[in-house]
């Protein structure tokens, strides 16, 4: 299993980036997605989520309005388009893919960074 994320940059205040998530080794369509994130000092927050049928998403209030998570089954990615962003957003941001059916099965990728600079 394999989730590869990409897009992450250094970017100025107000900027926008997207953030990619390739899987492989899943049947990725029956997975609930998520984008993480850390920052220094700081523990992992779930900074959104889509549902494996992409018809429900969820994000935190801290970036509700801002950030807006996407999937491409047909691709077997996921995407974080980020928009607005504040400093407060620098971060190592993971991709997380989760299957809660039948038993319990949870990957994390390695991580790409975002920084934001004011």
């Known amino acids: 299993v394999q989730l590869v994320e990409s897009g992450g940059d250094l970017v100025q205040a107000g900027g926008s980036l997207r953030l990619s998530c390739a899987a492989s080794?899943?049947?990725?369509?029956?997975?609930?997605m998520g984008w993480y994130r850390q920052a220094p000092g700081k523990e992992r927050e779930l900074v959104a989520q889509?549902?494996?049928?992409?018809?429900?998403?969820t994000y935190a209030d801290s970036v509700q309005g801002r950030f807006t998570i996407s999937r491409d089954d047909a691709k077997d990615t996921m995407y974080l388009q980020m928009t607005s962003l504040k400093p407060e957003d620098t971060a190592v941001y993971y991709c997380?893919?989760?299957?809660?059916?039948?038993?319990?099965?949870?990957?994390w990728g390695q991580g790409t960074q975002v920084t934001v600079s004011s």
């Open positions: 997380n893919a989760l299957f809660t059916w039948s038993t319990r099965r949870e990957y």
């Open positions: 889509i549902s494996y049928d992409g018809g429900t998403t």
């Open positions: 080794g899943i049947a990725f369509s029956i997975y609930i």
